[in-house]
Structure formats: structure tokens, C-alpha cells
């Protein structure tokens, strides 16, 4: 049997057992009566009020659709108006236009105690018929004013009520005035108003509880504030107050409209049909009508008085229909039980916590449950204090743990800040330590940039001397050995000149040593001269290349056009490089995204139909020295500079770059630049044109004559002459390059008059026309254009389905004939033209034997119509174009190609005669014949010499004009 206990032992039992409870619970029960008398004198106010707004702020957004729409009045409403405050007639517009839509209830949150002329009785009238307008009076006088009484027809009708807030004394509202009673009479707030009159309109009107305190609206209860709830200390309870549980919407508030946008009828009915409306201020020009709540922390986030009455509104209707949570207090003895509470839990871990370890971990613990708890019961409508039973679980844990616990605690502490020291002190030198490496590796990549750029530079030069003399000897007469070997060293060092050149400009970009320049271009020209130079290639091919310029490009743009012409020679060639079969599409547009200061975004997009890209390598395309596959570099070569240069080259120019592509199907390059367009074009040089003579261009022609023209034309010379005599005349005509191009163009747009070439790739001029003329709806009247004199040409024209025939070069006398037999053209009155003395002149046969008998140039015709910019470009690009097509007659004369041999001859002869290179056309329209006899090969070769003779004649005679 178990011995029984002795007196000592009950002694002893009890000063280790029950006398340290014993203290414990003084300990608890001092720090709890301290604690509670803390928050009965208000001094933890300020904290627990400051918990509730965080309580409010962390409360997840409500995903709800509030049925009240706020009509607000802001600064630009106010400019809008011309006036403020508003006039009588322009509230009793809105209120009837409000009126219309059916509103369940409309708040006016705006005094209108005197009239505001005109509109007066107007205003009277709307007040009268509109049963649920309910006005505003101020019943409590305030720093904001005094007593300001409403309409009095509003008022002898009952529709008024109080727009007065509650304020705390550190200037935030955390608490919504339901009513106040006046000489017996209570008065309801706005925001209360408006909700009781939408919830009656649901059959939900209030009852007052048995206790007299408490008021039952549907699903709600609401409760009055009682002097000492929550964290309020002798609050004013004057009035039915309540506190406020804040609406957190996902949009922030309550959705606002402006005043300006119902006056302008951009709001439909269905917006403000069957909700509560509000209508008040939100300008920040009108002083006193700003508010701090638990969700605002500065003026600009700060609410409007019509905010608030719609969020009580919102409040109420919420409840009531949904059960929404209102926010209610218990008893003060509750929360004295739950300081006690808390104090208990802060002994019991003072007293039972052994060492520091856990103590860091119980504390907190114990902080973040008290917290979680509170806020859990904030979320189902009960604010408890939160700061109070904080501090009597600290001090109880510190009284309960001795000073001990405390000095303990502070040497961690220390030890704590030595040890944030060391890390800090070691983290400045690790930053120190990378500063200078970056610094260091700065300074070697500018080194190895300059010396790749010096280098470059260096090579380049001999590099051109070698190109340049290539190209010389190419001119000169050698048998077909040597043409091949000197071709093939121009070839070669064209190719190491442009590894050369992509070398320098990535050593300059990367050195930060690239400068653009800003001078005046045309866009669409820049892309005709690029494709001019990959026309050969492409026909070598058999690929069809061809570009898409919108009507929206502007004519002149300031920007460096030497880069632009870089990206697109390597984009351009890359797409013909890849490309075996299909087509090569270019295609320019121009976005205006700055009106004021007429800047442009022109995009360029290159679209090929070649071997394509897989997309887990189209990242690997803009990277330095990198290549999609190393079997593609084997086959097609390249250094893996060029797109990274047109990177970096478009976003100099404030654009970018990206690629789409797919396996087999072809790539898309699209980029952009930034530019601006130029204030005015450059005018030509009076000196020398001033003396030619006057001749019909005149440019208010087209509106005599309006027509939307398309030129289809394959050689880059012509068409450069087509357009600049086309816009002499007004006119601004669209371009392509061929047949197929023409009818894609003509499916996109209607055109009046197509200006059509006989012969062109792909599909020539006439089984472009009896396409046209079999499969589209839209028959546009169509004019041939041909080199070619022969009856038996424009008898094959007409029968295609051509309604005119012009033979090259154009006389603008017969131009502007044809274009007044269009029919169906609405013509206006015709401008008065000054006729021109030049008559079609009649080119004698070119004597073979004497080449020279007759002139190598004659610019007249031209220059009656083009300013000497023009000219020069246009001279230019013949020089360009007729060096490859007489290069290409060779080529073809050597592979015996005679059907290439016709066509290009053909080409040469329309664009020599254009130019005014009679003699030129002349040896070409000979040698256009003589292409159809195949055994005729010697002369065809005597020809080509000519050719090549009268060409040098040219050069040198243009090389005296320019």
C-alpha cells in the first residue's frame, strides 16, 4: 500500500506546485486588469483603430457587382460646363436624361438651396415629377460650413436627406450615420436613403429589435455603436451610428461615370436601369469634400462624400439581399475575458519556455495566432481588440520570465546587429570586388571593339582597290576564260568585302562608335533601289520578287537612309539566299503615332517562301557570330553578323525586329524605324532649270480628270518615270512589277485606269489583260505600253482586251489624251495649261558603222516635268539598271538563252528611250530582233558591242549633267 502523504510533504507539494500558480496567476490576472484599464482611459486607441484599417486593407476583394453607379463630377467636367457651380438647366438635363434610363433611386449629393440662372423653373419642373429624387440638406454645422438647407420643393415633398459624416479625431471615417433626430423628427443620411428606398422596392423594409437598439433589414442586423466598442473609447454616439465594413471591390470603388459623358449621351440607359445613382463631386478643385478611411493614406487615394454615401448604400443593399457581414462589437465583458485570456496564454509560455530557441519560435507563434484569430473573427463581422491582449500576452511572458529572459534576449540581440554588420561589410566588398571586373571587362570588349574596327578599316581599303579595278577590267574586251576568272574574283571580294563591312559595323555598334545621320529620303525609293539590285538574282532563280507599298507612305521622312538600304539588302538577300522556289514579297507601311510632331512608324515586313526556320532556333537568329545550323553555314555561308546588325541598327532607329517561320513554308522579317517627315522637300537648282521651257504638266490636272491609277511595269527605270509624271500630273499612282502582281492588286482595290507593259516576267501585259478581263467584276479601263511601233503589237493588244495603245517613250501629249478617254469619270472644269512647242520627234535608224552620228543623250523631254533631284535619282537608276541587264545579255548570250536575250533587250530598249538614250534603244531594238533568228549569232555578238560601246557614250554624257 502506497504510504500516506505527511504534513511535510503537503507543504512541500505546495510551495512547488501550487504557489508558483498562485503567483502566475497574480501575475496574469495585474497584467490583465492593467491592460484593460489601458483601454478603458483611450490610450491604445489610436493602435486598435490603426489595426482595423489594416484588418480592412487585407480583407480579400469581394467579387460583387454593387447596384449603385456614381455620376462624378470631375476637373474636366468642370471646364466642360463653363461653370460652377453648375446651372439649373444643365442639372435638369442630366437629371432627365437619368430619369429616362429608370433608376430605382436617384441621390443628388449636391446643394441647391438657390437657384443657379438659367433654368430655374426647368429645374422646379424636374423636381416635382421625379418622385425618386432624393436631395441633400447639412443639419450639423462644421468646419465645412454651416446649416444649408435644401430645395423647398424637395423638402415639402420629403425627399431630403442629411449628407453629414462622421469623423474620427485623427481625420479618417471608420463609422456610417444612419439617421439623426431632430425636434423628434429622425432624419435618415443619404447614403441610408437611397438603400431602404432600393430595398423596398424588393418588398425588404426595417424593424427595430425588441431591445430598442438593434435594427433587422432582411438578411442584416445592424447594431448600434455603444460608447466603448471595439477599439473606441466614449465615442459620439449622437445619431444612429454603426461601424463601417468598407465594400472591397477588385476595381478599388464603386464604379464612377463622368457627368460629361451622360450630358453627351455616350452612357446607354441599360447602365443605370433599376440601380441606386449618385450624383456628386470628385473635382479636386472644390476644397472640403475629401476623406480619409482605412484604405486611403494620401489626398490623391482620399474619397468624396458621394463616395461614401454610395458605399454605405451599397452597405445596406448588400446585407440585406445577400447576408453580407456587418460589422459588430461584443460586450465589454467579452473583451475583458479575451484580455484575461491572453494574458494567461503570455504566463503560461513565460513560465514553461526554457530556452531563447524557443522562445523566438512561441512568441511569434503565439503573436501570429492572436492575430489570425482577430482577423478570422473580422472576416465573419466581429472586431475584436487586437493591441490589448498583444500587451498583456507580452508583459505577462515578461513578468513571468524575469529579468533573466530579458538580458539574455538583448545580448542575442547584439550579437544579432555584429553579425547584419559583418554580412554587410563583406556584401560592399563582394560589390566592390564586381564593380571592378565589370569595369575591367568593359575596357576589354571597347579594346577588342576598336581594334576589330581599325582592323576592318584596314582591310577594307586595298579591298575596294581590288573591286573597283575587277570591275574596270570587266569593262574591258576579254575572251570568255578570262571574263569568267575575273568575275569570279569580283565575286570573291565582294563577299569578303561584306564579311569586312559586317565586321565594322558590329565593332562600331558594340563600341558605341555609330553615328546616324538625318537627312531627307523617300521610303518607297530606298525600297525600289533595294529590289532593283536583287532583280538578276531573282529572275536567275526563276522567284518572283516583288513589293506592296501602301498609299500611306509619307514622300520625304528624315533618318539615315544608307542604314535603312543595309537592313533591307541583308534582309532581301538573305529571303532570295534561302529561297529555291516561290516568291519574295516586300511589304511597306507607315503608322502615324505622333500627330503634333509628324512622326511615323514605317514597317517593313519580307516574306519568302524558302526553307524556313524551326522555332526552337528562331532565338539563336539576332545572337553575334551564331548560325541556325552549321550545315546551312556549309551550304549558304554567311558570318552570323548580318541579323544582329539589323538588330541593332533598327532599335538605333527606335523600331525592332522579330522573325515568324516555319519548317518548309517560308519566313516572315518584319521591323520597324521611327522617323519624322520632312517639313518641306529640297528644291531643285533655279540655275539650272529656270531657263527650260513651260510644257502641260500641271498638277491640277487629276482634278479635272480624277482617275486611281495602276502601272504595271517591270523595269525600275520606268517605273521611276511613270510615277514622277503621273504625280507632275497630280496623280498618285500604285506600282507593281508584273501581271500576277496587278490582278492581286486589282482584287484588293478598284482602279479606273491600269497602265499595263506588254512584255514582263512571270505573266506579261497580255494574258495579264484577258485575265482580267474574264475573272474580275470590276473592269478597269486598260492602256498598253510598248517599245514596240508595229501594228501587228497594238492589233495583239486590242484583241487581248486593251481599250488604248501607247508606245515608249510616253509623249505627254498623247498621255494626256488617253487619259481624257476614259469614260464614266466625273470631270471638272478643265485648268488652263500652257501648250508646249515639242512635237513627237522621229528617230532615225542608228548606223552600225557610226555610232556616234547621232546624240547619246537628250534630257529635254524630261526636263520640262522632273526638278533636278529627280532627274539625277532617276539617271541613276538607269546607270545601275542597264549595267546588270547588259552583264545579263552576255550571260544569256553565252548560255544561248534567246527568249532571256529578247526580254531583256526589250527592257533595256523601253528604259534607254525613256531616258532620252534614242541611239541606245535604237541598238537595242535591233538587237531585239535579231534575238529571234538563232543562228544569227555573230551579229548578235557584233550588237552586243555596240551596245556596250554606246553605253560608255552615255555614262560619259550623263557624267557631264550631273
Known amino acids: 500500500m502506497p504510504s500516506p502523504l505527511s504534513p511535510d510533504m503537503i507543504q512541500q507539494l505546495f510551495r512547488h506546485r501550487c504557489l508558483p500558480l498562485h503567483r502566475l496567476g497574480r501575475i496574469g490576472l495585474g497584467v490583465a486588469g492593467v491592460v484593460a484599464g489601458l483601454q478603458l482611459t483611450g490610450s491604445l486607441q489610436p493602435l486598435e483603430l490603426t489595426v482595423l484599417d489594416c484588418w480592412l486593407r487585407l480583407r480579400p476583394p469581394e467579387e460583387r457587382d454593387p447596384p449603385v453607379v456614381i455620376v462624378a463630377i470631375d476637373e474636366e467636367d468642370i471646364r466642360r460646363l463653363g461653370q460652377w457651380p453648375m446651372s439649373d438647366a444643365q442639372l435638369a438635363t442630366l437629371l432627365q436624361r437619368l430619369r429616362q434610363a429608370k433608376p430605382a433611386v436617384i441621390g443628388l449629393d449636391l446643394y441647391r438651396d438657390l437657384p443657379v440662372e438659367p433654368g430655374t423653373a426647368q429645374l422646379q419642373q424636374v423636381f416635382n415629377t421625379t418622385p425618386n429624387l432624393i436631395g441633400i440638406k447639412k443639419v450639423v454645422g462644421n468646419r465645412n460650413g454651416p446649416v444649408v438647407e435644401p430645395p423647398p420643393v424637395l423638402e415639402q415633398r420629403d425627399q431630403v436627406a442629411i449628407n453629414d459624416l462622421v469623423v474620427d479625431s485623427d481625420g479618417i471615417i471608420r463609422r456610417h450615420l444612419l439617421s439623426v433626430s431632430q425636434s423628434g423628427k429622425t432624419m435618415l443620411a443619404l447614403g441610408t436613403r437611397l438603400g431602404l428606398n432600393y430595398l423596398a422596392q424588393h418588398q425588404i423594409t426595417p424593424h427595430l429589435g425588441t431591445d430598442g437598439t438593434t435594427i433587422q433589414l432582411g438578411k442584416a442586423q445592424f447594431q448600434r455603436l455603444t460608447p466603448n466598442a471595439g477599439g473606441y473609447v466614449n465615442a459620439d454616439v449622437g445619431g444612429y451610428q454603426i461601424l463601417a465594413n468598407f465594400l472591397k471591390l477588385p476595381s478599388g470603388k464603386i464604379p464612377k461615370i463622368p457627368i460629361r459623358y451622360i450630358l453627351e449621351g455616350r452612357i446607354p440607359n441599360e447602365r443605370f436601369r433599376g440601380q441606386v445613382v449618385l450624383i456628386g463631386l470628385t473635382a479636386e478643385s472644390v476644397r472640403g469634400d475629401r476623406f480619409f478611411t482605412p484604405y486611403t493614406t494620401d489626398i490623391r487615394e482620399a474619397w468624396a462624400g458621394v463616395e461614401l ?119 560592399l566588398e563582394k560589390n566592390l570586388r564586381l564593380e571592378q571586373a565589370r569595369i575591367e571587362a568593359e575596357t576589354a570588349n571597347r579594346a577588342k571593339s576598336e581594334f576589330l574596327s581599325t582592323m576592318s578599316h584596314e582591310i577594307r581599303t586595298p579591298m575596294n582597290a581590288v573591286i573597283g579595278m575587277t570591275n574596270l577590267l570587266l569593262t574591258t574586251t576579254l575572251n570568255v576564260e578570262q571574263r569568267q576568272m575575273v568575275q569570279a574574283i569580283s565575286t570573291g571580294g565582294e563577299v569578303l568585302l561584306s564579311v569586312i563591312n559586317d565586321i565594322l559595323d558590329f565593332s562600331r555598334i558594340e563600341s558605341g562608335r555609330l553615328e546616324l545621320e538625318s537627312t531627307p529620303f523617300n521610303p518607297s525609293q530606298c525600297l525600289n533601289e533595294v529590289l532593283s539590285l536583287f532583280a538578276n538574282r531573282a529572275v536567275e532563280k526563276s522567284l518572283e520578287l516583288r513589293a506592296i507599298v501602301s498609299g500611306n507612305i509619307p514622300e520625304l521622312v528624315m533618318g539615315d537612309v544608307a542604314r535603312l538600304r543595309q537592313i533591307l539588302l541583308n534582309l532581301v538577300g538573305n529571303a532570295i539566299k534561302f529561297t529555291e522556289v516561290g516568291k519574295v514579297l516586300v511589304v511597306l507601311s507607315a503608322v502615324l503615332i505622333e500627330p503634333e510632331a509628324n512622326l511615323y512608324e514605317i514597317q517593313f515586313s519580307v516574306q519568302d517562301t524558302g526553307i524556313g526556320i524551326a522555332p526552337d532556333r528562331l532565338h539563336r537568329l539576332f545572337q553575334p557570330f551564331s548560325q541556325v545550323d552549321s550545315s546551312i553555314t ?88 511613270m510615277r514622277f509624271m503621273l504625280q507632275r500630273l497630280g496623280y498618285q499612282p500604285d506600282i507593281v512589277g508584273d501581271g500576277k502582281a496587278a490582278i492581286v492588286a486589282m482584287q484588293q482595290s478598284i482602279y479606273d485606269l491600269v497602265l499595263m507593259d506588254i512584255q514582263m516576267p512571270e505573266m506579261d501585259g497580255l494574258s495579264a489583260t484577258r485575265k482580267i478581263r474574264l475573272e474580275l467584276l470590276h473592269q478597269p479601263w486598260i492602256i498598253g505600253l510598248s517599245a514596240n511601233v508595229l501594228q501587228d503589237a497594238q492589233t495583239d493588244a486590242l484583241s487581248a482586251g486593251m481599250n488604248a495603245y501607247l508606245t515608249k517613250p510616253i509623249k505627254l501629249e498623247k498621255l494626256i489624251e488617253a487619259f481624257k478617254q476614259v469614260p464614266g469619270i466625273e470631270r471638272a472644269p478643265q485648268p488652263e495649261v500652257i501648250s508646249s512647242n515639242s512635237q513627237d520627234r522621229v528617230t532615225p535608224a542608228i548606223n552600225l558603222t557610226e555610232p556616234k552620228s547621232f546624240p547619246a543623250i537628250d534630257l529635254t523631254e524630261l526636263r520640262s516635268f522632273m526638278q533636278a533631284e529627280e532627274l539625277n535619282q532617276l539617271i541613276y537608276d538607269y546607270l545601275r539598271d542597264a549595267s546588270r541587264r547588259i552583264q545579263a545579255l552576255k550571260l544569256a548570250l553565252t548560255e544561248q538563252n534567246f527568249g532571256q536575250l529578247q ?60
Open 309 to 427: 454615401h454610395a458605399d454605405l448604400a451599397s452597405q445596406l443593399i448588400t446585407s440585406a439581399l445577400d447576408g453580407r457581414s456587418t460589422l459588430q462589437s461584443p460586450l465589454e465583458c467579452l473583451e475583458w475575458l479575451w484580455i484575461g485570456f491572453w494574458s494567461g496564454i503570455g504566463v503560461l509560455l513565460g513560465w514553461s519556455i526554457r530556452s531563447l530557441r524557443a522562445a523566438i519560435v512561441a512568441i511569434p507563434l503565439a503573436t501570429g495566432v492572436l492575430f489570425s484569430s482577430a482577423y478570422s473573427l473580422f472576416l465573419v463581422g466581429w472586431w475584436l481588440v487586437a493591441i490589448a491582449p498583444l500587451l498583456a500576452l507580452g508583459t505577462a511572458g515578461l513578468f513571468s520570465r524575469g529579468y533573466w529572459v530579458w538580458q539574455t534576449l538583448k545580448q542575442a540581440n547584439q550579437l544579432l546587429e555584429q553579425k547584419v554588420k559583418e554580412r554587410t561589410q563583406e556584401l
Open 634 to 721: 556549309r551550304r549558304y555561308g554567311g558570318t552570323g553578323l548580318g541579323l544582329v546588325i539589323c538588330k541593332r541598327l533598327c532599335e538605333l532607329m527606335g523600331g525592332q525586329i522579330h522573325v515568324t517561320s516555319q519548317v518548309g513554308q517560308g519566313a516572315t522579317f518584319s521591323f520597324t524605324i521611327r522617323a519624322g517627315a520632312a517639313l518641306s522637300e529640297v528644291m531643285p537648282d533655279t540655275a539650272q532649270w529656270q531657263e527650260q521651257p513651260s510644257s502641260l504638266w500641271n498638277v491640277d490636272f487629276a482634278r479635272y480628270c480624277p482617275l486611281k491609277i495602276l502601272v504595271v511595269e517591270d523595269n525600275l527605270t520606268n517605273q521611276q518615270l
Open 903 to 962: 526580254h531583256l533587250a526589250h527592257s533595256l530598249r523601253g528604259s534607254s528611250a525613256n531616258l532620252g538614250a534614242q541611239a541606245m534603244a535604237n541598238l537595242c531594238c535591233q538587237l531585239e530582233k535579231s534575238s529571234q533568228d538563232e543562228q544569227n549569232v555573230q551579229h548578235i555578238q557584233r550588237l552586243l558591242q555596240h551596245i556596250e560601246a554606246e553605253y560608255i557614250r552615255v555614262v560619259q554624257a550623263l557624267e557631264q549633267i550631273i
